[in-house]
T-cell receptor, first 109, second 113 residues
Framework: AQRVTQPEKLLSVFKGAPVELKCNYS??????LFWYVQYSRQRLQLLLR??SRESIKGFTADLNKGETSFHLKKPFAQEEDSAMYYC???????????FGAGTRLFVKA | NAGVTQTPKFRVLKTGQSMTLLCAQD?????MYWYRQDPGMGLRLIHY???????AKGEVPDGYNVSRLKKQNFLLGLESAAPSQTSVYFC????????????FGDGTRLSIL
């Protein structure tokens, strides 16, 4: 069965510290993986996707097929990074997306 | 540049009442989705549509119905609201293809008393 697991409900770090939000997935095919972010009082929006191999707002994520993981990382957290982060997987054919339960990141001053 | 628009933004219902949530997108997207967001459970797919006139069940479809009579609109109906349906509802749309991101609306906060 398709599943996306984000083991941490809440992650609290100090400003300037590295941050890693974990995401593991279960999928038999070749997944398309995404990270979405929801800032306070804003709509859910795309942060990055694995196919683009890009860095957005200092965040990167590498797809590790061996470990079936897609962890989100940033070397130096900023207060404005405080938000809810969702890892998501889209199935082959692209018409259905499974979201993880989300991790709330709190960056302390 | 509206993107995905959801109406209403807030609503309080009594158990047993019915209502319809409207989602409209102006991006000519083929695929549209309804999710519910509950604490600790992330976003769960209720129903989705891959084109005008077609709908399909998602992960948690019971108690909901949908219609996609026009490509730009996707309606979510609650025929007989129950307290368990208290949630925040999000609509999303995307173009065809698995590597395309979904575009979300602002959400509808629905409380069932």
């Amino acid at each position: 069965a398709q599943r996306v697991t984000q083991p941490e409900k809440l992650l609290s770090v100090f400003k300037g510290a590295p941050v890693e939000l974990k995401c593991n997935y279960s999928y038999s095919g070749s997944p398309e993986l995404f990270w979405y972010v929801q800032y306070s009082r804003q709509r859910l929006q795309l942060l990055l996707r694995h196919i683009s191999r890009e860095s957005i707002k200092g965040f990167t994520a590498d797809l590790n097929k061996g470990e079936t993981s897609f962890h989100l990382k940033k070397p130096f957290a900023q207060e404005e990074d405080s938000a809810m982060y969702y890892c998501a997987l889209t199935n082959t054919g692209g018409f259905k997306t499974i979201f993880g339960a989300g991790t709330r990141l709190f960056v302390k001053a | 540049n509206a993107g995905v628009t959801q109406t209403p933004k807030f609503r309080v219902l009594k158990t047993g009442q019915s209502m319809t949530l409207l989602c409209a997108q102006d991006m000519n997207h083929e695929y549209m989705y309804w999710y519910r967001q509950d604490p600790g459970m992330g976003l769960r797919l209720i129903h989705y549509s891959v084109g005008e006139g077609t709908t399909a069940k998602g992960e948690v479809p019971d108690g909901y119905n949908v219609s996609r009579l026009k490509k730009q609109n996707f309606l979510l109906g609650l025929e007989s609201a129950a307290p368990s349906q208290t949630s925040v509802y999000f609509c999303a749309s995307t173009t065809q293809g698995g590597n395309q991101p979904q575009h979300f609306g602002d959400g509808t906060r629905l409380s069932i008393l």
